[in-house]
């Protein structure tokens, strides 16, 4: 079945410093992929989604790129914000009719000044 | 306002106490589901609704059941509460096609606290 394997926090970085976050999936098909993003207190926000092979995604300075060769959606910025300190969640949504939402365990982010 | 809404946002109960969860959405999305999510376990699918007449059980739905009074309403009823219900639980709405895959939209998350 599918599945997405994000890697495991917590993450602890300085402000400007550089992000990765490792995201790969196994799916049948062509899955939809999605970086959620949840800020302390809140709930799931879409950060930034891709549909096919070698579509990025980005937004608020993130970006991801779908990999298929690689089974891959990592997701990356170039200079963090202390404002960026979240939980992050890959997921995959496959095709066809049944397209409920797989998700990755998050990935805490902590970024000091 | 907000475009998923929960209430209560915070509850406390007692074991064996029965409480109810809700959620009423205005994005006028077909799909509606409930999830929970524990330190290190991530979100896990409790039930989700394709429309009003379609219940399915997620990974994890016993001692839960659901109601879908209307397109925008799905409510989560824990019937007799155990402290290891003691979690976050969210809702959430989606749209999306058989192309393109589904994008959720949350709620803010209900707190819940069995004693």
């Known amino acids: 079945g599918n599945s997405v394997t994000q890697m495991e926090g917590p993450v602890t970085l300085s402000e400007e410093a550089f992000l990765t976050i490792n995201c790969t999936y196994t799916a049948t098909g062509y899955p939809s992929l999605f970086w959620y993003v949840q800020y302390p207190g809140e709930g799931l926000q879409l950060l930034l989604k891709?549909?096919?092979a070698d579509d990025k995604g980005s937004n608020k300075g993130f970006e991801a790129t779908y990999r298929k060769e690689t089974t891959s959606f990592h997701l990356e910025k170039g200079s963090v914000q202390v404002s960026d300190s979240a939980v992050y969640f890959c997921a995959l949504s496959g095709a066809g009719n049944n397209r409920k939402l797989i998700w990755g365990l998050g990935t805490s982010l902590a970024v000091n000044p | 306002d907000a475009d998923v809404t929960q209430t209560p946002r915070n509850r406390i109960t007692k074991t064996g106490k029965r409480i109810m969860l809700e959620c009423s959405q205005t994005k006028g999305h077909d799909r509606m589901y409930w999830y929970r999510q524990d330190p290190g376990l991530g979100l896990r699918l409790i039930y989700y609704s394709f429309d009003v007449k379609d219940i399915n059980k997620g990974e994890i739905s016993d001692g839960y059941s659901v109601s879908r009074q209307a397109q925008a309403k799905f409510s989560l009823s824990l019937e007799s509460a155990i402290p290891n219900q003691t979690a976050l639980y969210f809702c959430?709405?989606?749209?999306?096609?058989?192309?393109?895959?589904?994008?959720?939209?949350f709620g803010p998350g209900t707190r819940l606290l069995v004693l």
């Open positions: 959430a709405t989606s749209v999306g096609n058989r192309k393109m895959g589904e994008t959720q939209y």
């Open positions: 891709a549909t096919k």
